[in-house]
């Protein structure tokens, strides 16, 4: 790639980085796109509390609004949860370096179905993520998905476990089984046909 093809991704990064983000909205750089979305719904928040309080924190931290380096995705996604071993990476920064996470999860909203199933399914996998987990208060289901494989927009994970709620998820990378009998459902949302 020369300078000139670079210059179009290096200005996108650069007018992500410096977006002053209205108060109450997220915004993630997804392959070049930025995508701002409004506050997450109260069931979405209580879904990712209570997946962040059974993770051991002896052997693992859990970040919730951190943002990724996955530059060579035109991505910067900002997962609802991030989890790495207990004080990896850096001292600060804004950017977490992908290949120290051991496990991202997202919870599903009316909104980003498309996107927690499809886009970012495929820059986690690309960004070489081991285990991406999306909850999905919609389908009342948690889908966890390992083994990333392949780049670019042709990444994807080979391995897919699904589990309703009210099943537990094990998960081996963290040396647990996740309890999901807790966790709330969407209300009056149309069913989707993911994964």
């Not at 670079?6 to 070049?32: C, N, Q, S, Y």
Request: glycine content about 6%.
């Amino acid at each position: 790639m020369t300078a000139v093809d670079d210059r179009p991704i290096t200005h996108i990064v650069k007018l992500f980085e410096d977006l002053e983000v209205p108060e109450g909205f997220k915004a993630e750089l997804l392959r070049g796109e930025i995508v701002m979305m409004a506050g997450p719904d109260l069931v979405h928040n209580r879904i990712v509390l209570r997946v962040l309080r059974q993770i051991p924190d002896q052997k693992w931290d859990c970040l919730q609004t951190q943002d990724i380096d996955l530059l060579s995705e035109t991505s910067e996604p900002q997962p609802d949860l991030i989890v790495l071993d207990r004080d990896a990476g850096p001292d600060s920064g804004r950017l977490l370096p992908a290949q120290l996470i051991t496990m991202l999860v997202e919870v599903v909203s009316k909104n980003s179905v498309d996107r927690d199933y499809g886009v970012k399914r495929s820059i986690y996998a690309a960004g070489g993520i081991p285990a991406y987990l999306i909850v999905d208060p919609i389908m009342a289901q948690c889908v966890l998905l390992t083994d990333p494989a392949y780049s670019g927009e042709e990444a994807d994970y080979r391995c897919q476990r699904i589990s309703k709620f009210g099943e537990s998820v094990p998960l081996p990378m963290l040396g647990m089984d996740l309890d999901t009998s807790e966790f709330g459902t969407l209300p009056n949302v149309r069913p989707h046909r993911r994964p």
